[in-house]
């Protein structure tokens, strides 16, 4: 056990948006803010968050490329203090889904670096 600090585990870099996503799981929740969002998971801003482990369908619209992608992911971590929050993995995603998503992260990483 190392006595310094914690190395991010993440295996992705991730990406503010200004999106909203749907999921459903013991509620169905629409129109929620994503916080950030990576091809490894998603964090989403919600007053009605999930229990850790809960497998929740998740339907994330990208206007820009005129397409909506469903995912299946599993709560990983919930924040009940404001800004009430939760993160989630993506448990489920074929390869057509994968590259969907692969485009609009690449095209937001564009508009960040450049």
């Known amino acids: 056990m190392s006595s310094g600090a914690r190395q991010d585990p993440r295996l992705y870099p991730r990406y503010e948006v200004d999106a909203f996503a749907d999921l459903t799981g013991t509620e169905i929740l629409l129109n929620h803010k994503v916080c ?5 998971g998603i964090c989403l801003q919600t007053e009605s968050v999930e ?3 809960t497998v929740v369908d998740l339907f994330i619209n990208f206007p820009e490329l005129e397409t909506t992608i469903a ?10 203090e404001p800004p ?10 074929n390869d057509e889904r994968k590259a969907t998503l692969k485009k609009f992260l690449q095209r937001l990483e564009k508009t960040t670096v450049g």
Do not use: A, F, K, P
Not at 36 to 40: A, K, V
Not at 84 to 93: A, C, K, T, V
């Open 71 to 80: 995912l299946t992911g599993e709560v990983v971590w919930v924040n009940r």
């Open 51 to 53: 229990e850790v482990g």
């Open 84 to 93: 009430e929050d939760m993160g989630i993995r993506y448990i489920e995603m």
């Open 36 to 40: 950030n969002i990576s091809l490894g």
